[in-house]
Every structure is written in C-alpha cells, then in structure tokens.
C-alpha cells in the first residue's frame, strides 16, 4: 500500500548554523563563530545520514537542501563528502535537486565550482534588496554591485538559479517596489522568492519595533498593493506564483519545497532542524538540538534529536491544509480526508467561496489571489469549523 508521505516525496534538509553577521530580521536558527572546526562538523553530518539511512531504506530521494545560516561558508570538501554519502544511501531522483543557500559576500568562484562538482545544481541567494541604502537598514554586509558580481558567478556555475528579496521594507513605496522587481525579473533565471518583511518576537527589529524604533513600515494597504503589484509584474514576466511568496518559471518551482507543501517525509539535519518521517506506518515530527555545541555532542554520544514525536491523524491532516493551502495548486480534498478520517466542513468551504476567497475544482480546495492575502484567516475558519 502506498503510504501517503509518497505523494509528496522524500528530501533531506541540511542546516548549516553559522552567518558571518545575524541579521537584525532574521529568528532562523543561526550563530556567528570565531572558529568553526569543519572536520569535526563533516563527520557529524555523515553520522546523521548513516543514523536516518537506517531508518528510510529503499527510499528514491527527491532532493538535498543545504540551508542556515549561510551554508556557502561550509567548505567545499564538506559538501562533496556529504553528497557522497548521500548517494551511498539512497537512490536519487533522476531530476534530484540539490540546494544550496548563499549570501553575495560569501560567494568565490572556486568555491561554486567546487560546489556544482561536489553535485550541487542549484543555487538561492540571499540577496534581499536592490538598494544599498536598504540593504545597510537590513543588516546585509554586501552591497548591490556585490550581489549582482556574486548572481553572475552563480549562473555561469548552475543551470538553476534562484535569489530572494524583501519587500514592504522600511519607507519603501509602491511605486520603489515596482521599480525594483521590474529589475530583478531581468537578472532572474527561472525562480524567485518574494517576501514581504514580517517583524518577528525576539529579533533585533523585534526590540526595536516594541519600543517604537523601527520606523517608516508601510501601512497594512500598501503592503497589499505590493503583493498585488508582485503577482502582476511577475505574472507578466511569465513566472507566476506557484506559492503565496515564490514564483517560478513553469518547471522550475522548487523541488525541496514542494516536499514541504506536498506533505512529503524530509529528515532535518543539523541543529534545531525539524523533519518529518514516516516510520512503521506512523509519521512523526522531529527536532534537533538548537545549540550548535550541543548537538555536536549529542550526535557524538548518538542522541541529536530533541524529540520525536507521533503525529496524530488529524495533526497530520492539519499540517497538510495549512501547508498546502499555501501553493496555488491548493490541496486534494480526498487526500485531507483519507489522513483525518473526515472531510473538511463543507459549510465553512463554501462560505469562503461566496467571499470569493477559496474555489474548489474537482477534488482540490485552491486558494484564489485574494483569498491568498488573507491565507492565515481562511486556515482559520476551516480549522475551527
């Protein structure tokens, strides 16, 4: 019988702790360290994917993502050794996508060559603004030209190419934002990820923001005229949304993160990675050490995760809603019900439907463009109902 993580895929998600400097915006699990011994990080990589091999043989991998952090500041040789034990284990897609995040100021020529020879075949950069002056606000520690220089040595190492940015930034308007995208979409390859700055708890804008510091942030109107204008521009440069902030050339969306929205299994590796697997028929959520020097020496002493836990089916089936309602596909209806056990309520589905917020088309619930700027409300209702 096919389990149901099958219809999402099987990745393995890398996290690489270490930034050159933490971004004031930034609540990811990330540090800044004088010294980073990479042998000793290298061989507690490949002690994790021997430990999780174990538990998902015969499993086709769909993609490897090394994320952070800034994984561009792993060495090279660390990679390669990674990505070789990754084939030891497990049969690879024949279109397996192999990520790796990079900041501009971390980005050397060798280096990417030494990357794609490794096996890497995709790059995404964390460029985030086309603005020197936003790019110093956001704690960036490279500048425009830097970017531009560092996406150029990308696309002659990798076919595939993504970069992200940042809108809704701070005295930002409409029309700079406009102007902005209308030149990313000329440096783009065939994906891009567009988000709109969120000010999250325990963040240097955070702090500032609660004591009132952190000034000139868009009104919630303009910041939706900015998604609208986002899903316009690009829509007409031909990379629509495929997600509430990614936009892809048609074939190009991103294969990691599709597992993710999918509901496919992913092993999460390194510290505060979480993942989830299927095992004995039972899918579970896992989560690493957060702490670097901890999970080292937890993975040492062979006990990196934080906790595993069994996901009940309507856990499960409410992961998938929330996930899947963020891609434009949507979610298959008969797929929720088979992992709750029940379907979704159909009063609440077709009360968002007359608001036009949500459509169904045959089995699949889908979210429409203005149904999307209010994602987190729609969730919501469905799950309450």
């Not at 069994?310 to 996930?323: I, K």
Request: proline share 4%; net charge negative; with cysteine.
């Amino acid at each position: 019988m096919t389990e149901d993580w099958q219809l999402g895929g099987f990745g393995l998600y890398i996290h690489w702790p270490f930034c050159e400097a933490k971004c004031p915006y930034c609540d990811f699990n990330s540090h800044v360290a004088r010294e980073i011994d990479q042998s000793r990080w290298c061989r507690a990589y490949l002690a994790e994917l021997d430990r999780i091999a174990a538990l998902t043989p015969g499993r086709v991998l769909r993609s490897v993502f090394f994320g952070g952090g800034t994984p561009s500041l792993i060495a090279p040789e660390t990679v390669a050794a990674i990505l070789e034990r990754v084939q030891k284990h497990w049969t690879p897609a024949n279109n397996i996508e192999i990520t790796l995040e990079a900041n501009p100021g971390s980005v050397e020529a060798d280096r990417f060559r030494a990357y794609a020879q490794a096996g890497v075949n995709r790059v995404s950069m964390g460029i985030q603004a086309l603005n020197d002056t936003d790019l110093r606000r956001l704690g960036r520690i490279h500048t425009v030209a830097e970017a531009r220089a560092a996406f150029d040595i990308a696309r002659n190492c990798f076919e595939r190419v993504s970069f992200d940015l940042i809108y809704a930034r701070q005295d930002q308007t409409l029309d700079d934002w406009r102007t902005e995208l209308t030149s990313a979409l000329t440096m783009a390859i065939d994906h891009l990820s567009l988000y709109q700055l969120t000010i999250e708890p325990g963040t240097a804008f955070g702090d500032r923001f609660a004591r009132g510091t952190l000034r000139g942030l868009p009104v919630e109107d303009t910041a939706a005229d900015m998604f609208e204008a986002t899903q316009d521009i690009c829509g007409a440069a031909g990379m629509p949304a495929y997600e509430v902030s990614n936009h892809a050339k048609l074939g190009s969306e991103s294969r990691h993160n599709l597992i993710y929205w999918q509901a496919g299994d992913y092993a999460g590796i390194g510290p505060g990675a979480h993942g989830r697997l299927t095992l004995a028929g039972r899918r579970h959520a896992t989560e690493a050490w957060s702490q670097p020097d901890k999970w080292l020496r937890e993975v040492e002493r062979g006990a990196p995760d934080k906790l595993q836990t069994p996901l009940a089916p309507e856990e499960q089936a409410d992961e998938y809603l929330m996930m899947g309602l963020r891609l434009t596909d949507g979610i298959d209806l008969t797929r929720y019900a088979a992992m709750r056990g029940a379907p979704l309520c159909e009063v609440a589905i077709s009360e968002l439907a007359e608001l036009g917020l949500v459509e169904v088309i045959d089995t699949s619930l889908r979210t429409t463009l203005r149904g999307r700027m209010v994602l987190n409300a729609i969730i919501e209702r469905l799950l309450t109902s």
